[in-house]
């Protein structure tokens, strides 16, 4: 069977088209779930977060005071350094150290007798370190 031809016009609309509004949801009140969580959200996350601020400022001023701390043990252990090296050169001074030979382990100073003046060859058999380089040793 065939179907009649019809032709379908588009009604012309009467009357100006309204936007087309949406229903509100139906506002039931919270159940026990939907208050826990409303809290949670609103009260707990807001109060962990203040105390983990807290307590990270609290760890940085722990760890500026323990910097204070070892700075100042640094500055005095750079004195003690610096007073220790002049300590030293005091006491490896030739002036001190010539006397304390010859008291206590009876050494002396060489005389011109001890000395020996080599010629163009060391004690080794080579060359002095100023025949190398074009000079001439140096006589004693």
């Known amino acids: 069977m065939a179907a009649p031809n019809r032709r379908y016009r588009a ?3 009467t009357e100006p088209a309204r936007p087309v509004r949406k229903r509100a949801p ?14 949670a959200v609103l009260v707990v996350v807001p109060v962990l977060l203040m105390l983990g601020s807290v307590y990270l400022h609290t760890v940085a001023a722990d760890l ?3 910097v204070a701390e070892l700075e100042d043990d640094l500055d ?5 350094g610096q007073r220790l090296e002049v300590r030293v050169a005091e006491l490896s001074r030739p ?3 010539r006397p304390l030979a010859a008291e206590t ?6 005389g011109s007798g ?3 003046v080599y010629g163009r060859e060391g004690e080794d058999g080579t060359q002095s370190w100023g025949e190398e380089r074009g000079r001439e040793p140096r006589q004693r």
């Open 76 to 80: 005095r252990v750079r004195a003690e």
């Open 114 to 116: 001890d000395l020996r």
């Open 26 to 39: 139906d506002r039931r009140p919270l159940d026990a779930v939907g208050r826990r969580r409303r809290f």
């Open 105 to 110: 382990l009876g050494m002396r100073d060489p």
């Open 95 to 97: 002036g001190r150290i």
């Open 64 to 66: 500026d005071g323990r």
């Open 11 to 13: 009604a012309l609309p």
